[in-house]
């Protein structure tokens, strides 16, 4: 299946931001290990949140998909499965990284495993961790990567934890804490990637009543013995995908008004809405809503986006429109993502006509007349979304695998059609 993109002129253009996906895995973890139930309220429901929730299924927890919400009742922080466990991660990153720590509070082993591309996305760092903090950890194929199997228990005491390629191994760490024997103490010895996403998982724990001490992002404790109280638990808009939204009329001008966002939010893509102001955007916000108009040529900007790294490559297709050039820098560990998000856009880019140039933890683009192509996301949600956002500007645009989008925003399609832009 193709999804053909066209041209189109200055937009005003309505849309509702959908869940966030952050928040809808971490509040299912927190859920499924609380004591007592949980009703989570406004959930994402797509590829990646459907994968763990199965995850916490196959472990023994009791999780109903309701009109809305998401019922679960909380094993108390120990996992009922009756035996040895496998559990199909799919593509879902996220999913994998959480429920490696988690899979110490089950009773029997638990394999983790998952897509050819999982295969190749390093657990190293998170499995030296958790074998310091009392785990058993074997790699069934290459040593440092997936599939892993997980027994043991998690002790706790002090641990050093290296999160520069991916913030989820401390997050996994973090989440599963308050249930190991003794406190858990993380020490960082490098600044994590994508570091803003700590806070959600800081932010999640604390609401389902962790106690949780930090300094920065280089050290975290957690205190053990009090565990995630059942409640119910409302999830917020989702930055990363609205930054989609609010570029579309980054590039083709006009308007566009977002709701369902909580303004305060921790969630680090918050920095896209800095990132377009800073390119000569106007973004106002309210209550819920947040709305991005552009009426002049967009100027080039050097941005650090290290702790927003799924809205980069959103920012790489508005910087293709700019009448100058644009750097972005914090890009180094978008390689161990679904695709090598940086390649897969630099390449695409280029086809367009765009120069770009690579740097080890950089992108440069620089803008050309452009013209549409056909684009292979390499079954990368966030490669399909942004260059589809970059057709309306330019047109010609054919996305192949459009099906690729259910894993974090299943109806983006929908979204754009509704406001005839497609």
Not at 75 to 92: L, Q, Y
Not at 95 to 113: C, D, G, I, M
């Amino acid at each position: 299946m193709i999804v053909r993109v066209s041209q189109t002129g200055p937009v005003d253009a309505m849309f509702e931001a959908p869940p966030s996906k952050s928040y809808t895995h971490r509040a299912l973890i927190a859920g499924a290990l609380a004591a007592g139930k949980t009703r989570i309220e406004g959930p994402l429901r797509a590829v990646d949140t459907e994968l763990t929730a199965r995850g916490l299924d196959t472990l023994g927890v009791s999780l109903e998909w309701l009109p809305g919400k998401i019922a679960v009742t909380g094993c108390g922080g120990a996992f009922p499965a009756a035996r040895e466990v496998t559990i199909d991660c799919g593509n879902s990153g996220t999913t994998l990284r959480l429920l490696a720590s988690a899979a110490l509070l089950s009773q029997h082993p638990v394999v983790l495993t998952g897509s050819p591309r999982m295969l190749e996305r390093p657990v190293g760092p998170l499995a030296g961790a958790l074998r310091t903090l009392g785990g058993e950890v074997t790699f069934t194929g290459e040593p440092g990567y997936p599939p892993i199997r997980i027994s043991g228990r998690l002790r706790g005491g002090k641990a050093e934890i290296d999160g520069s390629v991916s913030s989820q191994f401390i997050s996994s760490i973090l989440m599963a804490a308050p249930y190991a024997d003794n406190d858990v103490e993380l020490a960082l010895p490098a600044t994590p990637a994508s570091r803003s996403y700590l806070d959600v998982t800081a932010d999640v724990m604390l609401r389902f009543g962790a106690r949780l001490d930090r300094r920065g992002y280089d050290w975290f404790r957690v205190e053990s013995g009090v565990p995630y109280q059942g409640r119910a638990y409302r999830i917020e808009g989702d930055y990363s995908s609205a930054s989609y939204l609010f570029a579309v009329a980054a590039v083709c001008g006009g308007r566009a008004t977002v709701t369902g966002l909580n303004p305060a939010s921790v969630q680090g893509d918050r920095r896209f809405l800095d990132a377009l102001e800073a390119m000569g955007c106007r973004v106002t916000a309210g209550r819920d809503v947040v709305t991005v108009e552009r009426a002049d040529d967009l100027a080039g900007i050097e941005i650090d986006m290290s702790s927003s790294p799924d809205t980069v490559q959103t920012l790489a297709a508005v910087a293709a429109v700019a009448a100058s050039p644009t750097t972005i820098t914090g890009t180094a560990h978008l390689q161990y993502k679904e695709s090598d998000r940086v390649g897969v856009t630099a390449d695409t880019l280029r086809r367009m006509g765009a120069g770009v140039e690579v740097g080890e933890n950089s992108l440069t683009i620089t803008p050309a007349p452009l013209h549409g192509v056909a684009v292979d996301p390499h079954d990368d949600h966030r490669t399909a979304m942004a260059f589809a956002v970059l057709g309306l500007a330019v047109g010609g645009m054919a996305i192949r695998d459009p099906e690729c989008v259910e894993k974090s925003f299943p109806g983006f399609w929908e979204a754009l059609y509704k406001e005839g832009l497609l």
